[in-house]
T-cell receptor, first 110, second 110 residues
Framework: ELKVEQNPLFLSMQEGKNYTIYCNYS?????LYWYRQDPGKSLESLFV?????AVKQEGRLMASLDTKARLSTLHITAAVHDLSATYFC??????????FGTGTRLTIIP | DTAVSQTPKYLVTQMGNDKSIKCEQN?????MYWYKQDSKKFLKIMFS???????INETVPNRFSPKSPDKAHLNLHINSLELGDSAVYFC?????????FGSGTRLTVV
């Protein structure tokens, strides 16, 4: 079965702290995506990771992909309130569709 | 210009009614999708069309029928609506590795 698991499901962080969201998937893929969703809004593309060892950074967010471990991480550095949102990873297993993780609801506390 | 546009944004209807959601993309993408996001925020593929041809049809009640009149449009018709159909429905399109999501249609069945 093609599965994508994220953890944690819920995360409360203090401003200024660092944390990592983990995304594991069940079978071989080298196409992994990270999205952000604000309440009542659409999915905003954050990162597209297309090879083993890929690392991408944008502002306080950095994503990486280890295809051998079937693991991607989304690292948050010095969190600020604006980063509060739900973050999804999604994997393309070679069948056109994206299979999404359960999402991580991130709340940044002042 | 909106890349992937869905109408309506909100839809409130009674059980047993039939309703349609429309989606259009102006990106020149060749594949379009419908995803359902339930009350727990979980996102799941429903259908996918490539150049007007159905390529993915997940386990969805046959009350749901997609139609793609051309590669820029993918509509979703739902017959005999049930309470459990209440969700946010996202249209998306893709070309190669890049996906774009619409703003979503929040369907509430009462």
């Amino acid at each position: 079965e093609l599965k994508v698991e994220q953890n944690p499901l819920f995360l409360s962080m203090q401003e200024g702290k660092n944390y990592t969201i983990y995304c594991n998937y069940s079978t071989t893929s080298d196409r992994l995506y990270w999205y952000r969703q604000d309440p009542g809004k659409s999915l905003e593309s954050l990162f597209v990771l297309l090879s083993n060892g890929a690392v991408k950074q944008e502002g306080r967010l950095m994503a990486s992909l280890d295809t051998k471990a079937r693991l991607s991480t989304l690292h948050i550095t010095a969190a600020v309130h604006d980063l509060s949102a739900t973050y999804f990873c999604a994997v393309n297993f070679g069948n056109e569709k994206l299979t999404f993780g359960t999402g991580t609801r991130l709340t940044i506390i002042p | 210009d909106t890349a992937v546009s869905q109408t309506p944004k909100y839809l409130v209807t009674q059980m047993g009614n039939d309703k349609s959601i429309k989606c259009e993309q102006n990106l020149g993408h060749d594949t379009m999708y419908w995803y359902k996001q339930d009350s727990k925020k979980f996102l799941k593929i429903m259908f996918s069309y490539n150049n007007k041809e159905l390529i993915i049809n997940e386990t969805v009640p046959n009350r749901f029928s997609p139609k793609s009149p051309d590669k820029a449009h993918l509509n979703l018709h739902i017959n005999s609506l049930e309470l459990g159909d209440s969700a946010v429905y996202f249209c998306a399109s893709s070309l190669r590795v890049f996906y774009t999501f619409g703003s979503g249609t929040r369907l509430t069945v009462v």
